[in-house]
């Protein structure tokens, strides 16, 4: 991710003070204009790092680096071809080398922000978003970088991945801090995690949700995938905390080498934090949370624009927010269901159009929102208008399914926490309710 800082010059020999150097050839009293690990965005005077990527690897195009301006090379392997005016930094890890050179070259943002990781199979968007929102709430300036969309205080910037590359990553936190922001919270993925793309950060606290098979295409094992979270944690600083859930079989596993101070929370056991559901009911929940009871009132059938923006306070989301992830917003156009804001449907006009709160019928419940209910199946306020309105259109089609297909057919119109037993239990339930009442035959 190429960033020509015209208006940042730093000294060679003062921006590898940063990294572990192996060996150097060549000058180091000279003046480098930016940085990056993509060949095809080196401009005059940048420091191109050779990292060896999971597809492609970057020393193969050191010399294309070279004849685009680049002026210094650090890598892992020394070229068999030496360029006399090019300076050569050797390492042991490019991909580690890349962070730190990164935070080095945006004057460390994350040592001026208390940053806060969250990280695990499902949830890390659910959790680092309520976090920015919440301390928005209580008038702090604050960041948020994730899967859906990365904030700089209000301002949005697009996301492209669930943790950016080091050089993006750094300059949103930099921005983050040149705009007042004092806290941070971001998503960190396996993959980042694998691929040191956090290296350099100086994280405040780090939160555990859960693990489950996934990302194997990439880790290939349970084990590497674990290995992959848990790194995370291996890497806090002594001051810094470390949260994790106890519920999970791999929750005290994140803990087991890391210098951050240990924490625990939990809905079945003893913990630090410990939470019980009460009740949970389609207008809102009771919780009880280390003995004090907590209810909050969410009318998921009101306006969804209104609710997340007025009850909630989620100024983040907003009218034509463009994201169509969450599933807050999706609506169902003559009988497919769609993950846009209904604002964004323009398109549609003169189609059908249903949105949740035109299911029901003289301020009823349908079947599959009493089943979301029992089944304990109501997520957060993004997610779960999604979950109805695609089991809707599932149940309008009269067919029988396996959960295996149940949870394929909904797995297009809903966010990343797909996968939920209680939300395939529900609308078995009710699939199940229609085909005693039908009397067919399992296709």
């Not at 905390?241 to 625990?264: E, I, P, R």
Request: proline share 2%; net charge negative.
């Amino acid at each position: 991710m190429s960033d020509k800082k015209t208006e940042t010059i730093m000294k060679l020999e003062s921006l590898i003070q940063a990294i572990p150097v192996k060996q150097i050839s060549g000058n180091t009293n000279k003046e480098i204009s930016g940085l990056d690990s993509d060949s095809r965005n080196i401009q005059q005077d940048f420091l191109f790092v050779a990292v060896k990527g999971t597809a492609v690897d970057g020393h193969q195009f050191i010399d294309k680096a070279i004849e685009s301006g680049a002026t210094a090379i650090v890598c892992e392997e020394m070229p068999e071809n030496i360029t006399p005016t090019t300076t050569y930094i050797q390492v042991s890890d490019s991909k580690e080398a890349l962070g730190l050179l990164a935070s080095e070259w945006y004057a460390n943002p994350s040592r001026q922000l208390t940053l806060v990781g969250v990280t695990g199979t499902n949830g890390k968007t659910t959790i680092a978003t309520l976090l920015y929102e919440m301390f928005r709430l209580f008038g702090e300036k604050a960041g948020l970088l994730s899967t859906v969309c990365n904030y700089i205080d209000e301002k949005a910037v697009p996301a492209t991945h669930t943790t950016p590359d080091p050089i993006t990553l750094n300059k949103l936190l930099r921005e983050m801090v040149d705009v007042g922001c004092r806290y941070a919270f971001m998503e960190v993925s396996s993959h980042s995690a694998d691929q040191k793309r956090i290296a350099g950060l100086d994280f405040d606290g780090g939160i555990f949700t859960n693990l489950t098979r996934d990302h194997l295409d990439y880790h290939k094992t349970v084990e590497a995938y674990l290995k992959a979270k848990k790194s995370f944690f291996d890497h806090l600083p002594k001051n810094a905390f470390a949260l994790t859930n106890l519920d999970d079989k791999s929750g005290m596993v994140m803990l087991q080498n890391t210098k951050a101070a240990k924490h625990t929370y939990s809905l079945k056991t003893l913990a630090d934090y410990k939470g019980r559901i009460i009740e949970s009911r389609l207008d809102g929940t009771t919780l009880e949370i280390n003995g004090r009871e907590v209810e909050e009132y969410v009318d998921v059938r009101e306006s969804l624009l209104d609710m997340l923006r007025n009850r909630l306070g989620l100024t983040s989301v907003k009218k034509g927010c463009e994201v169509g992830e969450c599933g807050a917003c999706t609506v169902i156009i003559d009988g497919e269901t769609i993950d846009s804001c209904i604002y964004l449907a323009v398109w549609a006009e003169g189609k059908n159009i249903r949105t949740l709160e035109g299911l029901e019928k003289n301020g009823e419940l349908t079947r599959i929102q009493e089943a979301f209910i029992e089944e304990g199946a109501i997520q957060c306020g993004f997610c779960t208008p999604g979950f109805i309105m695609s089991a809707t259109v599932l149940l309008e089609r009269g067919e029988k399914l396996s959960r295996d297909a149940i949870r394929k057919h909904m797995a297009g119109n809903l966010c990343r926490c797909t996968g939920y037993e209680n939300i395939v239990n529900a609308v078995e339930k009710v699939m199940d309710e229609n085909e005693t009442r039908r009397g067919k035959t399992v296709r």
